[in-house]
T-cell receptor, first 114, second 114 residues
Framework: QKEVEQDPGPLSVPEGAIVSLNCTYS??????FMWYRQYSRKGPELLMY????GNKEDGRFTAQVDKSSKYISLFIRDSQPSDSATYLC??????????????FGRGTQLTVWP | NAGVTQTPKFQVLKTGQSMTLQCAQD?????MYWYRQDPGMGLRLIYY???????DKGEVPNGYNVSRLNKREFSLRLESAAPSQTSVYFC?????????????FGPGTRLTVT
């Protein structure tokens, strides 16, 4: 079993839709939860990160972490064609832990059509 | 700042040939990483260097070697390329030594082995 599981999609939605992207994980030692966005033929870039459980909002994007269920989500409100990309979840342990590097999900390919 | 740069951008090799992928960062980061990205597999860590002078194996190190030449540069070598090494290779860096929640990625090298 991989440390981090993510449905690869693809996911196709109309402009303006609310998008929900999810990952599950198996190691309870993960403390930092990230979402990276990767445009076609580019390197990934950090979109949002959350420490431990809870919600974090940044504009149209909301990240949620439920550590009790080992489940994280990214919501995109009022989705735009420019949001079309692959979204990768990633996780890391605390400083000094053996999980100090990033563990990535497979990525979900999202297309928002006008 | 150029961030993370990788050369070459594209490469075609014949089975058994060797090559070195170059990576450099100008952000004074301590840690550097090499990933490969294959369809449906997500990002898989090949090798990483938590600080200058150290390297460690990641998830898929077989068939690869690395050199942390100095703080800025981290190269990946394929000694005898195989078709299974056809992939997109990303180099990344992060600020702290041996721990990260944010990595900065280069644009990638698209490698085809025939």
């Amino acid at each position: 079993q991989k440390e981090v599981e993510q449905d690869p999609g693809p996911l196709s939605v109309p402009e303006g839709a609310i998008v929900s992207l999810n990952c599950t994980y198996s190691n309870s030692a993960f403390q930092y939860f990230m979402w990276y966005r990767q445009y076609s033929r580019k390197g990934p870039e950090l979109l949002m990160y959350t420490y431990s459980s809870g919600n974090k909002e940044d504009g149209r994007f909301t990240a949620q972490v439920d550590k009790s269920s080992k489940y994280i989500s990214l919501f995109i409100r009022d989705s735009q064609p420019s949001d079309s990309a692959t979204y990768l979840c990633a996780m890391s342990g605390d400083r000094g832990s053996t999980l100090g590097r990033l563990y990535f999900g497979r990525g979900t390919q999202l297309t928002v059509w006008p | 700042n150029a961030g993370v740069t990788q050369t070459p951008k594209f490469q075609v090799l014949k089975t058994g040939q060797s090559m070195t992928l170059q990576c450099a960062q100008d952000m004074n980061h301590n840690s550097m990483y090499w990933y490969r990205q294959d369809p449906g597999m997500g990002l898989r860590l090949i090798y990483y260097s938590a600080s200058e002078g150290t390297t460690d194996k990641g998830e898929v190190p077989n068939g690869y070697n690395v050199s942390r030449l100095n703080k800025r540069e981290f190269s990946l070598r394929l000694e005898s390329a195989a078709p299974s090494q056809t992939s997109v290779y990303f180099c990344a860096s992060s600020e702290e030594s041996g721990w990260t929640y944010e990595q900065y990625f280069g644009p990638g090298t698209r490698l085809t082995v025939t």
